[in-house]
């Protein structure tokens, strides 16, 4: 090792001539230096003792002499890498993601974001640190261990609304199916169902296809339809981009186009007419969760905008001179979410969200206002009791950590939602609170949420119960 790159170690030690001498600093000094020679491609640099003796010329003060070599190694090549434990995840899937390629120079950087970079996928249970191993020359490999988890899940999610009056009680649900490794590709299929009330129907399906021709882009597409009880039809047709940027980064971009198709008492009991809107979207995501279902720790943030052209189409008897014929609509959505342990097994777990939709109309139709409440966003209250063209929610929840997939917990869910009506502004504040847990059974991992909203007497709550099954 040249006397340049051996003088650059030493300046980063802590320990220095003439000053006492602390075993556990010199031992973080060593360390370093060989860190230091691993990130410039020496991952098998070595430092040998070659000198320890007393000296010292005054007898009231001991000195030490220490003398160390520094056999850097080759700069190594990964001539190859090799997997194991992928039974069903294809090579050129996990090759592609680590951003490593046979014939490249060794880098500590890249290696190191191996075991992250493929967790985050969600096909793995375990990704072992990767092991370096040497061949011949300034050659040698890598092989990783990887460990199949159940890449596709079932979530069901059933709710029970009391009887109200003269009304009687009645269930709710919510079907989400998610083949994410379709035959060890890495694309990904998902159906979502879901009834929320009586008269209320919502179904959607959308596929995305990674790494276009070896590229990191992705693309997808998807639809929906929502019957919105007896009173209109919304059909969503959508072409998505995301493109990684880093690790934890990406952006997205979408296009797409949506379509109101009111009945008879949709257009002349609620005025809603038959619309078409075409839309174009940008986004950025972060993800540092440590998991994706029971995270400890980490962050999670999303923020898109939408800007669109809206087309109002009739019954013509509706298109009188108040209403626009075409009109611009902005529609922004924010999430935000912190883990952070506090004590062993304890968790915080903090969730704000945000919705707006803006457009040249005086009243926002129902079909384009934002709903809330019920299991995923206001807890306590029934899916989909509110609604309005501004919402906002935050879930804040006191965790206790019982296992990989299971936890118990008490949360505290407080929702915002405003409208403009005919008869004026209406905003309201929310609050709803409880407990529930999360368990892994045989079946799946089962919860049950029981929240009361605000004046609820013990009994009159709603209860929450879903079902996710990894398979």
């Known amino acids: 090792m040249d006397s340049i790159s051996t003088r650059r170690l030493v300046q980063r030690f802590t320990t220095r001539p003439g000053g006492r001498l602390d075993g556990a600093e ?8 060989l860190l230091q020679m691993d990130r410039e491609g020496h991952p098998f640099a070595r430092l040998e003792l070659q000198e320890l003796r007393l000296d010292s010329l005054d007898s009231a003060r001991d000195g030490l002499q220490l003398r160390y070599s520094a056999a850097p190694g080759p700069r190594l090549i990964l001539r190859e890498i090799q997997l194991a434990g992928n039974t069903l995840t294809r090579p050129g899937v996990i090759l592609r993601e680590i951003r490593i390629k046979p014939g490249e120079r060794y880098s500590q950087q890249k290696v190191e974001r191996i075991v992250g970079r493929l967790m985050r996928l ?3 249970k375990k990704v072992e640190e990767p092991i370096l191993f040497y061949t011949s020359g300034d050659e040698g490999g890598l092989l990783l261990r990887v460990e199949e988890g159940q890449s596709s899940r079932f979530d069901g ?22 083949l994410g490794n379709l035959l060890g590709t890495g694309r990904a299929l998902s159906a979502h169902w879901q009834k929320k009330d009586r008269r209320t129907q919502d179904i959607s399906l959308r596929y995305r296809e990674p790494w276009l021709a070896g590229w990191p882009l992705h693309i997808g597409g998807g639809f929906s339809q929502l019957i919105q009880d007896t ?3 919304q059909r969503d047709l959508s072409l998505e981009v995301e493109i990684p940027l880093f690790d934890q980064l990406s952006i997205q971009a979408q296009a797409g186009r949506t379509e109101i198709l009111p009945d008879s008492i949709g257009s002349y009991k609620f005025g809603l007419l038959r619309s078409r809107t075409l839309n174009a979207a940008i986004g950025i995501e972060y993800d540092s969760r440590d998991d994706l279902l029971n995270p400890r720790q980490g962050v999670y943030y999303a923020t898109t905008y939408q800007s669109g052209r809206k ?17 611009g609509t902005r529609r922004i959505t924010l999430d935000l979410e912190f883990y952070t342990p506090l004590f062993q097994r304890q968790i915080v777990a903090l969730g704000l969200h945000g919705r707006q939709f803006v457009s040249g109309e005086t009243i926002v139709p129902v079909s384009d206002q934002f709903r809330l409440g019920g299991a995923r966003t206001l807890r306590g209250f029934s899916e989909d009791q509110f609604r309005g063209s501004s919402v906002a929610w935050l879930n804040c929840e006191y965790r206790y950590w019982l296992g990989r997939r299971s936890r118990t917990f008490l949360f505290a869910d407080y929702g915002y939602y405003s409208a403009q009506r005919a008869s004026g502004k209406l905003q309201e504040f929310k609050l709803g609170y409880g407990l529930g847990f999360r368990l892994e059974t045989g079946l799946g991992i089962m919860s049950l949420d029981y929240g009361l909203g605000r004046g609820d007497d013990l009994l009159g709550g709603k209860i929450h119960v879903g079902l996710i099954n990894e398979f």
């Open 231 to 233: 009173t209109y039809v």
């Open 157 to 178: 999610v059933v709710g029970y609304s009391p009887a109200s009056g003269d009304e009687k009680g009645y269930f709710t649900g919510l079907v989400d199916i998610s």
């Open 122 to 124: 969600g096909y793995f």
């Open 26 to 33: 010199l031992e973080e000094d060593l360390d370093d230096a």
């Open 311 to 327: 087309e109002n189409l009739g019954p013509q008897p509706l298109l009188t001179g108040e209403v626009k014929r075409k009109t």
